[in-house]
């Protein structure tokens, strides 16, 4: 069982964006598919594209743009696919 990772930019224009909800949305995401223990969440103070942002990192691959939509949709394909 592999383990993914997720950076969450926490910089003001990220998070002013939406990435303190999504964080929210993470958490709810990993609960529902049990995927809890294989993934390790941080968050980091600027990923140096706030004018894409938000902005999140998984497994090294960064999205730009996010919202609540997309943010799943990113989920569901990165992190189920080995389900």
């Known amino acids: 069982m592999s383990t993914h990772t997720i950076v969450i930019c926490l910089g003001s224009s990220c998070s002013a964006r939406g990435n303190a909800l999504h ?3 993470i958490r709810e995401f990993l609960a529902q598919e049990g995927l809890e223990a294989r993934v390790e ?3 980091s103070l600027c ?3 706030c004018k894409d942002g938000p902005n999140i990192t998984i497994d090294g691959k960064l999205y730009r743009g996010i919202d609540k939509g997309s943010l799943i949709d990113i ?3 990165t992190l189920k696919r080995e389900a």
């Open 23 to 25: 964080l929210a949305t």
């Open 75 to 77: 989920l569901t394909h």
């Open 47 to 49: 990923s140096g594209h």
């Open 41 to 43: 969440i941080s968050g």
